[in-house]
Each structure stands twice: as structure tokens, then as C-alpha cells.
């Protein structure tokens, strides 16, 4: 057991370091929500809400299109996909909505 301590800056207090790293790590996590406010988690399935083009694949994803297994990026806005025949799928998460 470590009895170092930090000043935390937003606190004004002296606290431990584990503490405040701990704290740091679940602040520094980036919430993603769907188009109707469900939090979104890797592995989570999402259904599109509206027709999408896909910029360099020639194809149109229509509404209602399921997709499985998404991976939050760390941006707010964004979720990696994968669907048959398009590689590296990035969608926005305002387009989408959690199954």
C-alpha cells in the first residue's frame, strides 16, 4: 500500500495517487449515445435510422439495416463497424439506433 499523495486540482485536496488516478480513468472515458440517447458499449448491435451513402464503396446503406458488433472509437460521434463488402466502417452514432 502506497501512502503518496497528490494535490488535486479540481478538489483543492490532498489525496492519494491511486485515488486520483482512478478517478482520472473513469472521467477520461468517453460516453457514446445512440440517436435516441442509449449509451452505446463494444459488441452492442445498432439498427441505421436513415439511408446512408458510403462514400468509396458505391453502395447506399438503407434504414432499418442491421449492424453487429460495433467498437466505440474514443470519439464521441463515431463507432467502427463491420458489414459485408465494406471494410473500415465508420458511422456516426446520431445515425443509429441500439437494438
Do not use: H
Amino acid at each position: 500500500m502506497s501512502d503518496d499523495y497528490v494535490y488535486d486540482e479540481e478538489s483543492g485536496e490532498w489525496v492519494p495517487a491511486a485515488e486520483l488516478a482512478d478517478r482520472t480513468k473513469a472521467s477520461s472515458q468517453v460516453e457514446v449515445r445512440d440517436a435516441v440517447g442509449n449509451l452505446l458499449a463494444d459488441g452492442d448491435q445498432v439498427t441505421l435510422i436513415k439511408d446512408l451513402d458510403v462514400k468509396g464503396a458505391g453502395q447506399t446503406l438503407k434504414r432499418g439495416t442491421l449492424i453487429k458488433s460495433i467498437r466505440l472509437t474514443g470519439d464521441a460521434q463515431e463507432i467502427d463497424c463491420k458489414y459485408d463488402g465494406i471494410k473500415g466502417l465508420v458511422l456516426r452514432a446520431e445515425f443509429v439506433r441500439k437494438r
